[in-house]
């Protein structure tokens, strides 16, 4: 069966960088796009951006452009988002989430979704 | 700011139906029919309930459809359920340099 799972909660300081993993297993890993979504506390959820395992190409959000790095690591099957310059409204549960069905589709649609990972940015 | 405009709460009694709307513009919800929503429990994942504005995934109840009308999308849960209480987010493709935006979200209530 599909399970995406990814790494655990992050404490980290303003300024930092965080690096969230997200392994899958049960499909093709290069077969469908992941995208990262976040959500604040208490708030709605957030496109960053995806990426084409196979090609490794992305596309990112305007508002994270220069700050997001995706990337990922075929011979594992596991996806990376890599956050720089954090600040305290960076607080977020972030999620990879595997895209639904193949082009386009895959692009806008997300069916597969992992736990979420914690990231807390404080002083 | 979310892009596209929800109503911060709807509620309804078991059995009834209720639709929840998410506002955009012709450079999102108008103008393409990349429409989905998405059911979200407290504390857990978002869940894919619609894409292409009316299609279901695979297990997912037909209690739940979609619809579009210009720039509104809709979501109608019939024969509502204590379990369909839930947040529900609307989402778009859309022509700006993000193509993927939300909804802020609806809470669903179940009296």
């Known amino acids: 069966q599909v399970q995406v799972v990814q790494s655990g909660a992050e404490v980290k300081k303003p300024g930092a960088s965080v690096k969230v993993s997200c392994k899958a297993s049960g499909y093709t890993f290069t077969g469908y796009y992941m995208h990262w979504v976040r959500q604040a506390p208490g708030q709605g959820l957030e496109w960053m951006g995806w990426?084409?395992?196979?090609?490794?190409?992305?596309?990112?959000a305007q508002k994270f452009q220069g700050r997001v790095t995706m990337t990922r690591d075929t011979s594992i099957s596991t996806a990376y988002m890599e956050l720089s310059r954090l600040r305290s409204d960076d607080t977020a549960v972030y999620y990879c989430a595997r895209g639904f069905g193949s082009g386009h589709s895959g692009r806008v649609y997300f069916d597969y979704w992992g736990q979420g990972t914690l990231v807390t940015v404080s002083s | 700011q979310s892009a596209l405009t929800q109503p911060a709460s709807v509620s309804g009694s078991p059995g009834q139906s209720i639709t929840i709307s998410c506002t955009g513009t012709?450079?999102?919800?108008?103008?393409?029919?990349?429409v989905s929503w998405y059911q979200q429990h407290p504390g857990k994942a978002p869940k894919l309930m619609i894409y292409?504005?009316?299609n279901r995934p695979s297990g997912v109840s037909n209690r739940f459809s979609g619809s579009k009308s210009g720039n509104t999308a809709s979501l109608t849960i019939s024969g509502l359920q204590a379990e369909d209480e839930a947040d529900y987010y609307c989402s778009s493709y859309t022509s700006s340099t993000t193509p993927v935006v939300f909804g802020g979200g609806t809470k669903l209530t179940v009296l």
């Open positions: 012709s450079s999102d919800v108008g103008g393409y029919n990349y």
């Open positions: 292409e504005v009316s």
């Open positions: 990426i084409n395992p196979d090609s490794g190409g992305t596309n990112y």
